[in-house]
C-alpha cells in the first residue's frame, strides 16, 4: 500500500518540482528563473488573466488617447500670475486646460479654444504687460547718457502703445519714435517722427475719426511732433493716416463715403416702407445718387439808386453887381439901412420917349449886371449790399431708384398697383422731376436661390469627433479581438488539455489502485466500499466487488440503488 500511495504521488500532475537554479548568471539565468516561475501550475493560470486585464488597460489608454480632442495653444510667455489668473478663470467657466510641464504653456481643447479667449476677453486677461515704469525702473546705476536716452525713449514707446490699446478695436499695438538727440551745436534739426503698428481684433476697423485721434494722441506726448508726421499702419499693411500732402485721395475718399451713406439712407427709407407691405425677399432696390461736390462761393455788392444821402458839404455862394452888389451901401442893421430905397428915376430912351416901370417891378439897375458864384463840394453815401453765396457740398444733383417687385405665385401685379407702389417710392425718396429723378419700378418672376455652398462633407465638425471615437474603438478592438481573444482560446485549450490529462492521470490512478483493492479483498476477505466499486479497472471486477457489496450490505445497496435512479432523473444533470 505504501509503495502504491508513493507511486500515485510521483505520478500527480498536480506538483511539480521547482528546478534548481543554473549555475552561473546573466540573462540566461534570469531567463531561466522567468520561465521556471511562468510554469507553477497557479502563475501560468493566472497569466492569460492578467494578460486581458493589461490589454483592457491598453485599449482604454488608446481610447482616452484617440477620443480626447487636439489641444491649441492659449497663451505662450505668460507670467506666473498671469497664468494663475487665466487658469481660475478658465476653471470658474469650466473650461478644461492642460499644462505643459516643459514650456508652461496653457492649452485648451481645439473646440473650445474661442470660447477661451472670448471670456478670457471679457475678464480683461491677460493684463501683464511691461510698462515705461517697469523699463524706468531697471534702468542700470551707472549707465551712459545714450543708453539712458534709448530707455527714455523706449519707455515713452512702450506707455503710448499701452494707452492705444485701450481703444476697443485695437488689439495690440507698437510705437515707434524718431527724434534726434538734442545738441548746441546743430541749427537745424530734423522735426520728430512717429509710426504706429496696429494689431486690430477679428472683424474690427477704424473710423477716421478714430485714427486722427490716435494721431493727435501721439502727437501730443511729443514735443515738436506734428499730427501730420504720426504714420498708422493696420497688421494688413493698409496706411491707415493720411498726410496732407495726399489731399486728392482724401477728397476722394471723403466723397465716396458720402455718396455711399446717402444711398444706404435712401436704401433704409426704402426697406422700411416696403418691407410689411411685400413682406421680406419679395423685393429688391438699388439706388444711385448723382451728387455735387463742386464747391462754389459767389460775392455780389449791389447800389441802389434810392437810397443816396449827402455825408458832408463844403463851399458857399457868391453875388457881384446889382443892387445887392458891392455899391450897396450898408449900415448898421435896424438904422438908416433898413430904410427904403430912394425914388426910381426915369430915364429917357433912345428915341426920345420914356417908359414908366411897371408897378411892382423892379427899378432898372444902373450900371454893371449882377453876377451869382455858386461853389460847393458834397460827399454823397451810397447804400451797398454784400452778399457771399456758398452752395453746399454733396447735395444731391440727380437721383435714380430701380426696384424691382416678386410676382405673386398665382397671377401678376395689376398697373394700378404699381403705379400705387410707384407713388409711394416717390414719396419715400423725395423725388424732384425738376431735377430729372428717375424711378422705375418693375414685376418679375424671381429665380430660385441657389443653395448655399456649404462645404464638403468631411470638413463639418462631427466629422473630426466620429473618425476620433472609430479609430479608438478600432484599436481597443483589435487589442481585444486580436490579442486578448487568442489568449483567453489558448487558456481555455489549456485548461481543457490539463483536465483530460488529469482524468487520464486519475484514471489510471485509480485502476491501479482499484486492483490492488480488489485483489487484497479477495484475498483478505474484507469489507467493500463504492470506492473500490467505482474505482474497478474493468466490468469483472466490478461486478464481483458489487455482487460482494449487495452479499456485505443489501439494505445500504437498494439506498444506492435508489439514489442512482434519482440522480439519474434529475434534470440538467448530465
Given at each position: 500500500m505504501a509503495d502504491l500511495i508513493a507511486t500515485a504521488d510521483a505520478a500527480s500532475p498536480g506538483r511539480a518540482l521547482i528546478p534548481s537554479p543554473v549555475a552561473g548568471g546573466g540573462a540566461g539565468a534570469v531567463l531561466t528563473r522567468v520561465k521556471a516561475f511562468a510554469a507553477q501550475p497557479a502563475v501560468a493560470k493566472s497569466l492569460p488573466m492578467v494578460g486581458l486585464i493589461a490589454l483592457l488597460g491598453i485599449a482604454a489608454l488608446a481610447w482616452f488617447l484617440f477620443s480626447q480632442p487636439p489641444q491649441r495653444d492659449l497663451f505662450r510667455g505668460l507670467a506666473d500670475n498671469d497664468k494663475a489668473a487665466v487658469a481660475e478663470a478658465l476653471t470658474g467657466a469650466g473650461i478644461k486646460y492642460t499644462l505643459d510641464r516643459e514650456t508652461g504653456t496653457l492649452t485648451v481643447a481645439d473646440d473650445q479654444f474661442y470660447q477661451a479667449k472670448m471670456m478670457l476677453a471679457q475678464a480683461g486677461l491677460p493684463k501683464a504687460a511691461p510698462d515705461g515704469d517697469a523699463m524706468i525702473s531697471s534702468l542700470p546705476l551707472g549707465a551712459s547718457r545714450a543708453v539712458e536716452g534709448e530707455r527714455l525713449r523706449g519707455a515713452r514707446e512702450m506707455d503710448l502703445a499701452r494707452t492705444i490699446e485701450q481703444i476697443d478695436a485695437v488689439q495690440k499695438a507698437r510705437v515707434h519714435l524718431a527724434m534726434e538727440q538734442p545738441s548746441v551745436f546743430l541749427r537745424d534739426r530734423t522735426a520728430p517722427a512717429a509710426s504706429v503698428m496696429l494689431t486690430l481684433m477679428g472683424g474690427r476697423t477704424l473710423s477716421d475719426a478714430q485714427v486722427g485721434a490716435m494721431q493727435h494722441l501721439v502727437a501730443s506726448s511729443v514735443p515738436g511732433l506734428s499730427p501730420d508726421a504720426v504714420s498708422i499702419?493696420?497688421?494688413?499693411?493698409?496706411?491707415?493716416?493720411?498726410?496732407?500732402?495726399?489731399?486728392?485721395?482724401?477728397?476722394?475718399?471723403?466723397?465716396?463715403a458720402i455718396q455711399a451713406k446717402?444711398?444706404?439712407?435712401?436704401?433704409?427709407?426704402?426697406?422700411?416702407?416696403?418691407?410689411?407691405?411685400?413682406?421680406?425677399?419679395?423685393?429688391?432696390?438699388?439706388?444711385?445718387?448723382?451728387?455735387?461736390?463742386?464747391e462754389v462761393q459767389a460775392t455780389r455788392e449791389s447800389y441802389p439808386k434810392d437810397a443816396a444821402a449827402v455825408r458832408a458839404e463844403t463851399g458857399g455862394w457868391t453875388k457881384n453887381g446889382g443892387p445887392d452888389g458891392p455899391d450897396a451901401v450898408g449900415g448898421i442893421p435896424g438904422a438908416l439901412s433898413n430904410q427904403a430905397p430912394p425914388a426910381a428915376q426915369v430915364?429917357?430912351?433912345?428915341?426920345?420917349?420914356?417908359?414908366?416901370?411897371?408897378?411892382?417891378?423892379?427899378?432898372?439897375?444902373?450900371?454893371?449886371?449882377?453876377?451869382?458864384?455858386?461853389?460847393?463840394?458834397?460827399?454823397f453815401e451810397l447804400g451797398r449790399e454784400v452778399s457771399v453765396t456758398k452752395n453746399p457740398v454733396g447735395t444731391v444733383r440727380r437721383l435714380s431708384v430701380a426696384v424691382a417687385l416678386k410676382d405673386p405665385a398665382k397671377g401678376k401685379r395689376t398697373p394700378a398697383e404699381l403705379a400705387q407702389l410707384e407713388a409711394l417710392i416717390k414719396g419715400a425718396v423725395g423725388f424732384d422731376q425738376q431735377r430729372g429723378d428717375v424711378i422705375a419700378v418693375?414685376?418679375?418672376?424671381?429665380?430660385?436661390?441657389?443653395?448655399?455652398?456649404?462645404?464638403?462633407?468631411?470638413?463639418?465638425?462631427?466629422?473630426?469627433?466620429?473618425?476620433?471615437?472609430?479609430?479608438?474603438?478600432?484599436?481597443?478592438?483589435?487589442?481585444?479581438?486580436?490579442?486578448?481573444?487568442?489568449l483567453m482560446k489558448r487558456r481555455a485549450a489549456a485548461a481543457a488539455a490539463a483536465k483530460v490529462e488529469a482524468a487520464e492521470t486519475r484514471a489510471t490512478t485509480a485502476k491501479d489502485i482499484a486492483t490492488a483493492i480488489s485483489t487484497e479483498t479477495q484475498v483478505a476477505g474484507g469489507a467493500v466500499t463504492l470506492e473500490m466499486i467505482e474505482a474497478a479497472p474493468g466490468y469483472t471486477a466490478r461486478a464481483d466487488l458489487i455482487r460482494n457489496f449487495v452479499r456485505q450490505d443489501p439494505a445500504r445497496a437498494a439506498l444506492v440503488v435508489r439514489d442512482l435512479i434519482r440522480a439519474d432523473a434529475a434534470p440538467g444533470d448530465a
Open positions: 499702419v493696420d497688421q494688413t499693411g493698409r496706411l491707415l493716416s493720411r498726410d496732407g500732402g495726399d489731399s486728392g485721395s482724401d477728397a476722394s475718399e471723403r466723397q465716396i446717402t444711398e444706404a439712407r435712401y436704401l433704409a427709407s426704402l426697406n422700411k416702407l416696403l418691407t410689411p407691405l411685400l413682406g421680406e425677399g419679395n423685393f429688391t432696390a438699388e439706388v444711385h445718387t448723382d451728387l455735387d461736390f463742386a430915364a429917357a430912351a433912345p428915341g426920345g420917349t420914356t417908359t414908366p416901370t411897371a408897378p411892382g417891378a423892379p427899378a432898372a439897375a444902373t450900371g454893371e449886371a449882377a453876377k451869382t458864384t455858386e461853389q460847393y463840394n458834397r460827399t418693375s414685376a418679375r418672376k424671381f429665380a430660385d436661390a441657389a443653395p448655399e455652398d456649404a462645404g464638403k462633407w468631411w470638413d463639418a465638425p462631427w466629422v473630426g469627433l466620429l473618425a476620433r471615437n472609430l479609430s479608438a474603438l478600432l484599436i481597443a478592438a483589435l487589442l481585444v479581438f486580436g490579442l486578448g481573444r487568442p
